[in-house]
């Protein structure tokens, strides 16, 4: 199994290309489900996670090439409906092939997901805006099983909370059903706004995504098109926090930076200098220290989930305490400790880590316990004394793309072992 060491104690300088976005990719690659036609995606990230996508989508019977930033999906026909737990239970992703599976062929049998270990995870949300597009719905076995046998139907849906992958699986369903649909209290992610000009360039009718209501008109087949992944804005973050805790100046190339205000508010309220520039964003921080600023993750345009582990790690070496409260997955501190071991002072009580800022970290052995997570070690690592060896990144590499290179790039001390 891979570790990756890294010896802290260099800043980061240089130009860090930021990726496709992998939440993005992964839905992409769900949407060229629903056409006959050929979907070239470009800025396409090379991931396990895309990796474990793209079997599933041979097994379903298309056609995928992919080569360095690109990926071409061809489902000419659909092969099966159905989607194994062995291909599913990796990868909670992979459950957004039921929508499209049902609204091409009219039924679908999909198990049902795993993916990170940060929370229960529920899919009620996606089940009951597909039984609103007029799908019955069975359980069994620990499979979805779904039909529409006149064709799915246009509805009103209302999500009771934010949910993205929800808010994506809807619309992949209701483009291809019969009439209007509106979804309300609609997640805003920039990934779903991505999905939308995708499936538009397919011949979709998707108005309003990246506003809390979307309004689909259905529409009888789409086509094959090309599309650009919209950018990584958690690699984004990660690589800004990154270049905070460690010191020096970075350059994120292609990065959006209206993707990552909430961030950049925290980040410019902790003493790090954010910039937009042209082809991209600048992150330094020379000299100065780290100011203790408290977070609170919430649903786009909130501050991030999946950004609030690299936060801690920043934090952990603050002036001052921080409050972090997570809000969105209930068991997302699995970081604490392993921060800890590397000497944070961190206190978690309930949905909030209080994290009292230390003046010097220092190496050790830990443990990568979910994506987010294990890249919040390897930013403590960079800020650290000494050596830190993080196993099992595996997770890591679930979305990140050549973490190890874009940092060495920028004078990180860092490699990767098979051990
Ligand atoms: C997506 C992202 C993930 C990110 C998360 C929140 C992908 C592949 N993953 O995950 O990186 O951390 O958004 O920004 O895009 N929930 C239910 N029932 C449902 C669906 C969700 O109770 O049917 C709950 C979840 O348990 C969670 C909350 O809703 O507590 C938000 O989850 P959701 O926005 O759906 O996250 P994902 O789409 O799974």
Known sequence: MDSIHVRGGQPLNGRIPISGAKNSALKLMAAALLTDGELKLTRMPDLADTRFLTILLTHLGASVQAGPGVMKIHADTLARTEAPYDLVRKMRASFNVLGPILAREGQARVS??????????????????????????????????ASAKGGLKGARIHFPFVSVGATEHAMLAAVLAKGETVLENAAREPEIADLAD??????????GAGRSTIHITGVERLSG????VVPDRIETGTFALAAAAAGGKVLLEEAIPEHNESLWK??????????SVEGGIEVSRNGHPVLAVDAETRPYPGFPTDLQAQFMALMTRAEGTSVIRETIFENRFMHAPELSRMGANITVRGNEAIVRGVKTLRGAPVMATDLRASVS????????????????VYHLDRGFERLEDKLKACGADIDRRQE
């Not at 070690?377 to 060896?389: F, H, K, N, P, S």
């Open 198 to 207: 995708c499936l538009n360039a397919m011949g979709a009718k998707v108005e």
């Open 225 to 228: 098109t090309t599309h650009a």
């Open 266 to 275: 925290l980040m410019r309220a902790a003493g790090v200098q954010v910039t």
């Open 112 to 145: 049902l997901p795993g993916g990170c270990a940060i929370g229960a995870r529920p899919v009620d949300l996606h089940l009951q805006a597909l039984k609103d597009l007029g799908a019955e719905i069975d359980l069994t076995e620990g499979y979805v099983v």
């Open 377 to 392: 070690l390897v930013i403590a690592g960079l800020a650290a004394e000494g050596e830190t060896v993080i196993g099992r």
